[in-house]
């Protein structure tokens, strides 16, 4: 039995803990709403599309056309679309649909580009031809004029993020990525099994060519998956994203996942605002995936408050995640 | 056949830079990997751009060119034996699917061992009759990274607890470094009956892959090489250096008798 001075002084300390709690929580919330207010306003459009059939062009120009100096920025301009191209296999929806890449390439092309190269480094499937070949991208994109170019045999130009959050200093990003006046994200809606979510920022991976880092860019992972997202990005900075979430992908993402038919299609203009939306229709916050939030410090805007949703109302519908990503779960 | 290796050469001397050397792409800057896999393709000493190899930063693909050039230019290959001696790969604690402490070679330095160039050194170390213990390690390696299904992934033969798949560019070059030994039968027979997909999965590097590793283990690569032949053309295979030599290679141990690799 603690005597009453101990009683007491339990009280008080308790007390003391009750009060320290709540002062720390108000600065926590106090924190967060000023890291809310500090991202700048940012829009995306988010879009229904049941099929990869379904006027897809006439839908893809339409969501580029809301924004319009993306659209104005496009005319005449050499447009890099920079799918997510990872390896072959018909059961699974692992890649960027080619209906969907050669759609975009068209509705660029309808809207007066000059020229549109569709351009990947694959993360670890060297054989460019094969996927060419059998995903029948080679074949959507061959009456459109529109050239693939092999990002891992490309010549490599030093970037250097502002930021150096992988320490490495300098990463190398493909020519043909950086000479583009207009480079477009087309990633997969999916799940991803070492940082949670892949959609138009990790998609990046794919500009840094594999004959300088090797497959599957190693010297990345070993830098932090997340810093290296991020650095890419701030790099980088691409103009555009498309996210193909017509079929995305749950579960065991990037490769070994489920499909998930989810009708959707998203444009934006800023990356990290276009996923923390995609993240949050998958049902999964944005704020717990580490590159997202950290991408708040780079002058990324992920806040749902600070994102102006445009277009069609979509329910988000729970992914599946792998067991050490459960806390992602909204 | 023999008309798709002439048009394969014919692309590749018309595309040499000035400098000797290969970009990936006809412009591009002479780079490292097409440069020392044209001297696989076996058109005359002339092929073999000494010079620019003996000059230039090869990186990973230094790991090759004893494998290519070893008889041709000893001297040549020294410096890349030296680096092939020197490099180690750095191991990776607690994964469970597979042991990615076992030493081997990796891309660049201070990342963990992958398969090809792994396979790439052990070919190397192989034809020139050096470092049997770096040999006996990349064995090791490549044993326990064979997947379920015979042939091997890129690097891991499951991840999480589920096996990945094999592939035909992965385990081409896994076979060809593999040497014929009672421990190795039965990974070697395993990965050969898996790299026959490559008839239904047919690509310039998975069809010259599989038709020199089924050279190199006494199989019949004409099956693949019925295949690859018609890939040739005035543009080489894709307009690519790198692939229109392995594809050459490929051709010429059937037609010429001589294996690039073994």
């Known amino acids: 039995m603690p005597s009453s001075d101990a009683h007491a002084?339990?009280?008080?300390?308790?007390?003391?803990?009750?009060?320290?709690?709540?002062?720390?929580?108000?600065?926590?919330?106090?924190?967060?709403?000023?890291?809310?207010?500090?991202?700048?306003?940012?829009r995306v459009l988010q879009m229904r599309c049941p099929s990869y059939d379904d006027d897809l062009m006439i839908r893809i120009i339409h969501g580029i056309m809301a924004f319009p100096a993306v659209r104005a920025r496009a005319r005449g301009a050499h447009i890099v679309l920079k799918p997510n191209l990872v390896e072959l296999r018909p059961d699974r929806p692992i890649n960027t649909d080619p209906r969907f890449i050669a759609a975009v390439a068209a509705a660029f092309l309808e809207l007066?580009?000059?020229?549109?190269?569709?351009?990947?480094?694959?993360?670890?499937?060297?054989?460019?031809?094969?996927?060419?070949?059998?995903?029948?991208?080679?074949?959507?994109?061959?009456?459109?004029?529109?050239?693939?170019?092999?990002?891992?045999?490309?010549?490599?130009?030093?970037?250097?993020?502002?930021?150096?959050?992988?320490?490495?200093?300098?990463?190398?990003?493909?020519?043909?990525?950086?000479?583009?006046?207009?480079?477009?994200?087309?990633?997969?809606?999916?799940?991803?099994?070492?940082?949670?979510?892949?959609?138009?920022?990790?998609?990046?991976?794919?500009?840094?060519?594999?004959?300088?880092?090797?497959w599957p860019k190693n010297p990345l992972h070993w830098a932090g998956i997340d810093n290296s997202v991020d650095d890419l990005w701030s790099g980088i900075q691409p103009a555009f994203a498309i996210v193909d979430g017509i079929i995305g992908m749950e579960g065991d993402g990037p490769i070994m996942g489920t499909a998930v038919p989810m009708g959707l299609l998203l444009f934006g203009d800023h990356l990290p605002a276009v996923d923390a939306v995609a993240t949050r229709l998958m049902g999964l916050r944005p704020e717990r995936v580490h590159y997202l939030h950290q991408a708040i410090g780079l002058g990324g805007t992920i806040a749902a408050r600070k994102i102006l949703i445009m277009g069609d109302q979509v329910d988000p519908r729970p992914f599946k995640v792998v067991d050490r990503f459960a806390h992602l779960r909204a | 056949m023999k008309a798709a290796l002439d048009a394969g050469r014919a692309y590749l001397r018309r595309v040499r830079r000035a400098d000797s050397s290969w970009g990936y792409t006809h412009g591009q800057a002479g780079q490292a990997e097409p440069t020392v896999l044209v001297a696989a393709a076996g058109d005359g000493p002339e092929w073999l751009a000494r010079s620019w190899l003996a000059q230039a930063s090869l990186g990973w693909a230094a790991f090759l060119l004893p494998a290519v050039a070893w008889e041709r230019d000893p001297k040549l290959c020294e410096r890349a034996l030296d680096a092939i001696a020197a490099f180690h790969s750095t191991p990776v604690e607690g994964m469970e699917d597979f042991d990615a402490t076992l030493p081997g070679w990796s891309w660049v330095a201070g990342t963990a061992a992958w398969v090809e160039p792994t396979a790439f050194a052990m070919l190397s170390l192989r034809r020139a009759g050096r470092l049997p213990d770096r040999v006996d390690q990349g064995v090791a390696l490549l044993l326990d990274r064979q997947c379920s299904d015979g042939g091997w992934n890129y690097g891991n033969p499951a991840m999480f607890g589920t096996d990945l798949a094999g592939h035909l560019d992965a385990t081409g070059w896994a076979l060809l470094a593999l040497p014929a030994r009672t421990q190795t039968q039965d990974a070697i027979a395993h990965g050969l009956h898996f790299i026959a997909g490559a008839l239904d999965r047919p690509s310039t590097l998975n069809l010259a892959l599989a038709s020199l590793a089924c050279a190199a283990h006494q199989t019949d690569p004409s099956p693949f090489l019925t295949l690859l032949a018609p890939r040739l053309g005035e543009n080489g295979a894709r307009g690519r250096a790198d692939l229109t030599a392995l594809a050459c290679a490929a051709l010429a141990t059937h037609l010429e008798g001589w294996h690039a690799f073994v």
Do not use: C, W
Not at chain 1, 10 to 28: E, F, H, N, P, Y
Not at chain 1, 135 to 141: H, P
Not at chain 1, 164 to 181: F, H, I, K, Q
């Open chain 1, 112 to 214: 007066g580009a000059g020229r549109v190269t569709v351009a990947e480094g694959a993360g670890h499937a060297r054989d460019s031809e094969y996927l060419l070949e059998q995903s029948g991208l080679e074949d959507q994109l061959r009456p459109l004029g529109v050239p693939f170019v092999d990002l891992n045999v490309d010549d490599a130009v030093d970037v250097r993020p502002p930021h150096n959050l992988t320490g490495l200093g300098s990463l190398p990003v493909a020519r043909t990525v950086m000479a583009a006046d207009l480079l477009v994200s087309l990633p997969k809606l999916k799940t991803h099994h070492h940082v949670g979510v892949t959609l138009s920022m990790k998609n990046l991976f794919g500009t840094v060519p594999g004959h300088v880092v090797g």
């Open chain 1, 9 to 42: 002084k339990g009280v008080l300390t308790r007390r003391a803990l009750i009060g320290g709690a709540a002062a720390l929580a108000t600065a926590a919330v106090g924190a967060n709403v000023y890291q809310e207010l500090r991202q700048p306003d940012q």
